[in-house]
């Protein structure tokens, strides 16, 4: 495809000397190492070490923990080009975490947890590649968890449910977030969480960690589960931050990763549209290519456009994130993931339609973009939410959630 909307321009030297030796690493990836690992269920383990390797897990950490120092234009450019080059959303999940799991640590952590962990996170020897949030009661109300976190002398107690936790499975540490003190007894509902830092292999040597694997359709290679915290002892050391005050933690950088997300969901919408029009021009019915019927034509055309929109709002949103407010940058950073989660969506189903039956045929690709551009309306939080903020934040709108 001509690359009228990949020239570079808008991009900083920075960003595009990222998605260079991004790009250089991906390329040794190719579709079907993304198809059979998903087809598979398996964590593409390979492609995270070579990404490891080369430091860019440690991406946004600062250089005197060996991290590259960069921000969010720089970690957008870099999820971005995961997921064109052949990733897509789910491929750019295997590593997303690990990139964002460390924030809240460099941020609140003690100096004793940032000098054990951040260096052994850039370089690729610790996987913080899970955050255990979500409940199965509380869902989207996050703050309405349950599980609950109390001290006993120099350590905490944690006993509770979570759904949906991802990547536990390849990671030595979690980041959990927990109630220190009962939603009933604070003022707001956004305080009396914590947010602990649990060594994995320590919790299921104790037997205080039970998994139940999730039976998804979506995102193969992310294995999700259902855990079990039962009695689970945590050194009151492993607290990162303030006690309580774990929700404002990840509040903090929650934005700006969203944009990080909104750049996944148009790389992999961009990829979707990309391989439609490739099979389209190729794919001969009626004596014709049916790519030359404006009815497979447009909505291909139509997906292209909307993405760039997206892909533009996403880039200028996180080359100003600093410049702004966190409440502004909220409005763009949700603007964005709806948008692009929509046009990878709208992507990707053009492309499957113009496969005709092949569409849901493993082998084209398609299908794949497709369950992932419909998991990019849900996760990390769903089209509905993201509505919810603008409507309430850059609208002024009554609060509906
Ligand atoms: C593949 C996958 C991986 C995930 N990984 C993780 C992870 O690693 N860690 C983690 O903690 N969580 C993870 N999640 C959880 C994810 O963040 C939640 O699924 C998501 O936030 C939605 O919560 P829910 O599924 O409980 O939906 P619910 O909250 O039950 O919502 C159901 C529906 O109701 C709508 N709705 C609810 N309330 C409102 C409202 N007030 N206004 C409008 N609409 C509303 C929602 O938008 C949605 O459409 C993952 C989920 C998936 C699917």
Same mark, same amino acid.
Not at 176 to 184: C, N, S
Not at 196 to 206: G, M, S
Not at 239 to 250: A, K, N, P, S, T
């Given at each position: 495809?001509?690359?009228?909307?990949?020239?570079?321009l808008?991009?900083?030297?920075?960003?595009?000397?990222?998605?260079?030796?991004?790009?250089?690493i991906?390329?040794?990836?190719d579709?079907s190492?993304?198809?059979?690992?998903?087809?598979?269920?398996?964590?593409?383990?390979?492609?995270?070490?070579?990404?490891?390797?080369?430091?860019?897990?440690?991406?946004l950490?600062?250089?005197?923990?060996?991290?590259?120092?960069?921000?969010?234009?720089?970690?957008?450019?870099?999820?971005?080009?995961?997921?064109?080059?052949?990733a897509g959303?789910s491929?750019?999940?295997?590593?997303?975490?690990?990139?964002?799991?460390?924030?809240?640590?460099?941020?609140?952590?003690?100096?004793?947890?940032?000098?054990?962990?951040?260096?052994?996170?850039?370089?690729?020897?610790?996987?913080?590649?899970?955050?255990?949030?979500?409940?199965?009661?509380?869902?989207?109300?996050?703050?309405?968890?349950?599980?609950?976190a109390e001290r006993?002398?120099d350590?905490?107690?944690?006993?509770?449910?979570?759904?949906?936790?991802?990547?536990i499975?390849?990671?030595?540490?979690?980041?959990?977030?927990?109630?220190?003190?009962?939603?009933e007894?604070?003022?707001?509902?956004?305080?009396?969480?914590?947010?602990?830092?649990?060594?994995?292999?320590?919790?299921?040597?104790?037997?205080?960690?039970?998994?139940?694997?999730?039976?998804?359709?979506?995102?193969?290679?992310?294995?999700?589960?259902?855990?079990?915290?039962?009695?689970?002892?945590?050194?009151?050391?492993?607290?990162?931050?303030?006690?309580d005050?774990?929700?404002?933690?990840?509040?903090?950088?929650?934005?700006?990763?969203?944009?990080?997300?909104?750049?996944?969901?148009?790389?992999?919408?961009?990829?979707?549209?990309?391989?439609?029009?490739?099979?389209?021009?190729?794919?001969?019915?009626?004596?014709?290519?049916?790519?030359?019927?404006? !009815?497979?034509?447009?909505?291909?055309a #139509?997906?292209? %456009?909307?993405?760039? $929109? &997206? =892909?533009r @709002?996403?880039?200028? /949103? *996180?080359d100003? !994130?600093?410049?702004?407010?966190?409440? #502004?940058?909220? %409005?763009?950073?949700? $603007? &964005? =993931?709806? @948008?692009?989660?929509? /046009? *990878?969506?709208?992507?990707a189903?053009?492309?499957?339609q #113009?496969?005709?039956?092949?569409?849901?045929?493993?082998?084209?690709?398609?299908?794949?973009?497709?369950?992932?551009?419909?998991?990019?309306?849900?996760?990390?939080?769903?089209?509905?939410?993201?509505?919810?903020?603008?409507?309430?934040?850059?609208?002024?709108?009554p609060?509906?959630?």
């Amino acid at each position: 495809m001509v690359s009228y909307f990949d020239d570079g321009l808008g991009h900083t030297a920075q960003q595009q000397a990222v998605r260079d030796a991004v790009g250089e690493i991906c390329a040794e990836f190719d579709d079907s190492y993304w198809r059979e690992h998903d087809a598979a269920g398996e964590y593409p383990h390979e492609f995270v070490e070579a990404l490891a390797d080369e430091g860019w897990l440690g991406v946004l950490l600062p250089e005197e923990y060996g991290g590259k120092g960069l921000g969010t234009p720089e970690a957008v450019a870099m999820m971005y080009e995961i997921a064109r080059q052949g990733a897509g959303f789910s491929g750019a999940q295997t590593v997303h975490a690990a990139i964002y799991n460390s924030a809240p640590i460099l941020n609140y952590g003690s100096d004793e947890l940032k000098d054990d962990l951040l260096p052994r996170v850039a370089e690729g020897d610790a996987w913080i590649q899970c955050f255990s949030l979500t409940e199965p009661e509380a869902g989207s109300d996050s703050t309405a968890m349950t599980t609950s976190a109390e001290r006993d002398g120099d350590e905490y107690v944690i006993d509770g449910e979570k759904l949906w936790t991802s990547r536990i499975d390849v990671s030595d540490y979690l980041v959990l977030a927990a109630r220190t003190t009962p939603k009933e007894e604070v003022e707001k509902r956004t305080e009396g969480v914590s947010l602990f830092l649990v060594d994995i292999e320590r919790a299921h040597e104790a037997g205080q960690i039970e998994l139940e694997e999730i039976d998804k359709t979506a995102s193969g290679m992310v294995s999700s589960f259902r855990v079990t915290y039962d009695g689970l002892r945590v050194p009151a050391e492993r607290l990162i931050g303030e006690e309580d005050r774990g929700f404002y933690h990840v509040l903090d950088g929650l934005n700006e990763e969203r944009l990080v997300i909104a750049a996944e969901a148009v790389g992999l919408g961009e990829l979707a549209v990309e391989k439609g029009a490739a099979y389209a021009s190729e794919r001969e019915v009626f004596g014709r290519p049916i790519g030359q019927n404006q !009815a497979v034509q447009h909505p291909l055309a #139509a997906a292209m %456009a909307r993405l760039q $929109a &997206a =892909k533009r @709002l996403t880039f200028d /949103a *996180a080359d100003h !994130a600093d410049e702004r407010e966190r409440k #502004a940058v909220g %409005a763009w950073a949700n $603007a &964005a =993931k709806y @948008l692009a989660a929509e /046009a *990878a969506f709208e992507g990707a189903d053009a492309a499957v339609q #113009a496969h005709g039956g092949r569409g849901i045929d493993r082998a084209y690709d398609v299908e794949r973009y497709f369950r992932e551009a419909r998991l990019t309306r849900l996760v990390p939080i769903t089209q509905e939410l993201a509505l919810n903020y603008l409507g309430e934040n850059a609208l002024e709108l009554p609060r509906s959630y």
